[in-house]
Nanobody
């Protein structure tokens, strides 16, 4: 199973970006999908996650600014980021729990996409 993330880039403070992440490979069902972020010297932290049924969960720091959604027919999760702040600058990683025919259940990570917010 592979997760391919896209959509990162450079944006000014107050701007918006939309991240996408598609899971592909031997998949029966994709369980919870999520976005995490990491800055140099810091631990990776959860930004948002969403269950297979569409129930979201957000870090307090992004509530009201970020929206996570998913398209189960495409095994894809999205992160709409609005009102971006310089402190949102990080490498963003998507992950997903996957039930499959080869590996019964595994948690997979994408390679990360850089989001830079300039002040």
């Amino acid at each position: 199973v592979q997760l391919q993330a896209s959509g990162g880039g450079l944006v000014q403070s107050g701007g918006s970006l939309r991240l996408s992440c598609e899971a592909s490979g031997p998949i029966f069902t994709v369980n919870t999908m999520g976005w995490h972020r990491q800055t140099p010297g810091q631990q990776r932290e959860l930004v948002a996650s969403i269950t297979n049924g569409g129930v979201p969960n957000y870090a307090n720091s992004v509530k009201g600014r970020f929206t996570i959604s998913r398209d189960n027919s495409k095994n894809t999760v999205y992160l709409q980021m609005n009102s971006l702040k310089p402190e949102d600058t990080a490498v963003y990683y998507c992950n997903a729990g996957v039930f499959g025919p080869v590996v019964q259940y595994g948690v997979y990570w994408g390679k990360g996409t850089l989001v830079t917010v300039s002040s």
